[in-house]
Nanobody, 123 residues
Framework: DVQLQASGGGLVQAGGSLRLSCVAS????????IGWFRQDPGREREVISY????????YYRDSVKGRFTISRDNAKNTVYLQMNSLKPEDTAVYYC????????????????WGQGTQVTVSS
C-alpha cells in the first residue's frame, strides 16, 4: 500500500521553528516529486514547496521564501520541511504529496497524499 506519513507539527510561538517529516512507502520514492501543501479551514489548499526527484530543484511560495527549507533523503524515503521564523499566518494543516516525474504547484497533479499534520503558531 502507498503511504505518506507526515509528522512534526505542533504548537509553537511566533518566531519559533518546526521540522516536518514525510516518510513514504509503497512506491519508488526516488521517482517522485514531493510537495508540501497547507490548508486552513475555509481556504483552498495551497502549495508551500516542492522538491524534485534528485533534490536539485526546489520551489517555495513567496510567503515562505527565506524561512522554509525543503530537503529529501532518498535512502530514507523521507522529505523534510524546516520551518523557521514561523508566523501566525503559517497556521494550517500541512500535507505532503507525491507526484511522479515532473514538478507541479497544482495540488490536483499529485497522486498520493499524506494525512496531514497540524501546525499552530501563536502570536
Amino acid at each position: 500500500d502507498v503511504q505518506l506519513q507526515a509528522s512534526g507539527g505542533g504548537l509553537v510561538q511566533a518566531g519559533g521553528s518546526l521540522r516536518l517529516s514525510c516518510v513514504a512507502s509503497g512506491f519508488t520514492f526516488r521517482d517522485y516529486v514531493i510537495g508540501w501543501f497547507r490548508q486552513d479551514p475555509g481556504r483552498e489548499r495551497e502549495v508551500i514547496s516542492y522538491i524534485s526527484t534528485s533534490g536539485g530543484t526546489t520551489y517555495y511560495r513567496d510567503s515562505v521564501k527565506g524561512r522554509f527549507t525543503i530537503s529529501r533523503d532518498n535512502a530514507k524515503n523521507t522529505v523534510y520541511l524546516q520551518m523557521n521564523s514561523l508566523k501566525p499566518e503559517d497556521t494550517a494543516v500541512y500535507y505532503c504529496a507525491a507526484r511522479r516525474s515532473w514538478p507541479s504547484i497544482v495540488a490536483f497533479d499529485y497522486a498520493y497524499w499524506g494525512q496531514g499534520t497540524q501546525v499552530t503558531v501563536s502570536s
